[in-house]
């Protein structure tokens, strides 16, 4: 699905903001931009990866980035499968 935020614009809904777990580097930001919204919470569990969130995040206000791993349990260890995309589908669940 290209474009996720159609599907509030069809409920006739106006979001102000967004909170992404999973955030990677900000690949929906511009999307996110183009929506108005005015504030963005990003998760990213990947430090290679919420390093360069951070750095892309520094010069917009009210968009802020959180260095985690949201599972459904704290305080318990969790496994966090790295994928070899760059990071890009690590996730939680095993792989396959």
Known sequence: MADPLH????LDRVPRGVIHVGANVRQ?????QA???AWGVYIEA???AYERLRLTLEDAPNHLP???LCADVDGE???FHVA???GNSSSMLEFG
């Open 7 to 10: 599907l509030l614009r069809d």
């Open 28 to 32: 929906e930001f511009p999307a996110y």
């Open 35 to 37: 929506a108005g919204f």
């Open 46 to 48: 990947l430090p290679s």
């Open 66 to 68: 959180i260095a985690a």
């Open 77 to 79: 260890e969790t496994i």
């Open 84 to 86: 070899s995309n760059d």
